[in-house]
């Protein structure tokens, strides 16, 4: 390929030889040919690096595949980080080493992009596959536009999927945060409350569902210890969002935002079993952004956001005065979701 390319795939690699073949040869089959992939390989100790390598050769001009110095692991983040370096595309777009790309995907998402200049970024849904690419019921990722606020939703969790971005603004939103498993989604964050993002309807790839996935999808074969770990992984996006709430200068510094991370990471830290710390977060919180006392529409929408029966009661009992929620249906109904939820819950777990 000559000149710069459209769009520059980027593919962050990490032990997926049994995947990779699959995951480029979708890509290469893209009915949109103006990209490059770039492959950065984080110190796979399986075949990865040898799949790579035989695949830019397969495809010169078009493929380049890098690592990091000495061949070493250094986590998802900075993997993604060399990957954007390297990029040279308009256009960013993310592919994990494990996942599928539809023929029509890029197709799709540059139309959109080049149809819609005020919009920065934009995200869509994809199936699920199993190890073997059978198709698995659901689909990953939702319409963001139907809640209230993108940012909130996205603190409570972080369901999209796949990003394309203006290379332009993903490099003036800074780099993925060093050292977090989870860094594409406190990267989502960041890009969220700086720049306009926009759905795009019907799934234009699939994603890999398997006893691997570092993502937030848990799989039936996770172990409690590979559960807490992931709570771990995620307080820690939290964490790292709340401390740059404290830069003035920052996006996410007024005050609903940085109450909001403070009981997202009550809630994780809930989970953990961890109570001291998550009542002094919640307390925090309300401390943060006293108006959120009032607000019981958003307080609601946090219940609903954490599925959590003992947050519910936790926020409660930090609410500070008379329990106005009695009286508000809202609240009430979102108390009764949770409930119902954590009750069915629980019953999939009971003996045939």
Known sequence: MS?????????????????????????????????EVVAVDDGSTDNSLEILNAYAGKYPGMMRVFTHAGGKNLGPSATENRGVQEARGVYWC??????????????????????????????????YIDGDGKKLPGEYGEDLSLFPGIVERLIMDCYIFPIM????????????????????????????????????????????????????????????????EGLRWSLAVIASLRRKAEDPHSELSNPRLKALLDLRQASFHLMLQEREAASALTREGFHDDPSLR????????????F??????????????????????????????????????????????
């Not at 234009?204 to 799989?219: D, L, S």
């Open 3 to 35: 000149g710069t390319p459209l769009v520059s795939i980027c593919i962050p690699s990490y032990n997926h030889a049994r995947f990779l073949p699959a995951t480029l040869d979708a890509i290469f089959a893209q009915t949109f040919r103006d990209f």
């Open 94 to 127: 993310g592919n994990d080493s494990d996942d599928i790309s539809y023929p029509d995907r890029l197709e799709r998402q540059v139309a959109f992009m080049e149809s819609r200049p005020e919009v920065s970024w934009i995200y869509g849904v994809c199936d």
């Open 165 to 228: 971005i203006r290379r332009a603004c993903m490099l003036d939103a800074g780099p993925f945060e060093p050292g977090l498993m989870f860094g594409d989604w406190e990267y989502a964050i960041r890009l969220a409350v700086r720049y306009p993002a926009a759905f795009l309807p019907g799934a234009v790839g699939a994603y890999r569902k398997h006893e691997g996935n570092t993502c937030y999808v848990p799989h039936e074969r996770f172990t409690p210890e590979r559960e807490r």
């Open 294 to 305: 009032g607000d019981l529409k958003q307080l609601a929408r946090c219940l609903l956001g």
């Open 307 to 352: 599925q959590s029966v003992r947050m519910a009661l936790m926020m409660m009992r930090n609410y500070g005065y008379p329990p106005k929620w009695l009286f508000d249906l809202n609240f009430l109904f979102a108390l009764l979701r949770v409930g119902m939820y954590r009750t069915l819950d629980s019953l999939k777990t009971l003996p045939e």
